[in-house]
């Protein structure tokens, strides 16, 4: 799959500006399109997704057309969107929900049943952030979230990254995990 990549960001400076979202949709849904036919050309089974910011407007910002890719066949086989937020989300004054908000917008965009595995921060596990404290007040949002995602008939997920399984500020998220790992599997 591609990972996050597209065109830059905001802050990346001039290019930014000189190419506007509608045109970088149509480069970029121009080349997935080949990227995907092209693998398919390898033979039917091979399966082709992108793996894109998880703010929806972020990414469409830099030239994913989600909306294309999530309602018509051709573009990809599953997409793996990047919700790297906990639901204790600090906007302000208050808490946000911020990994169900994004969770929701996702699979209400997804009107073609595309299979969608869910991108989980395993790299923010234990790791104090002013903005998102969820990582650092609790140590079970990996094992909340992938309940949540499961309810949403979500077709799995993926860890970012593995090396964070044995960082010990990632430990006690770690250990609820795989403790939630056996009793899903027994």
Known sequence: HFDDYFYPSKTSGAQ??????????KVINTMVKKVYKTVKSYGKDLQFGISPA???EYAESLGCDLETWLSQDGYIDYIIPQIYWSDQYRIGNSTVKMYTNRLNDWCELNTNDTPMYIGLALYRCGVGDRSDRGWVKKNNNIVAQIKKLKAKKCEGFVLFSSSYFNESRAKKEVRNYRSYLKKIRN
């Open 54 to 56: 998880g703010n929806l």
């Open 16 to 25: 930014f500006r000189k190419v506007s979202v509608a045109r970088r949709k």
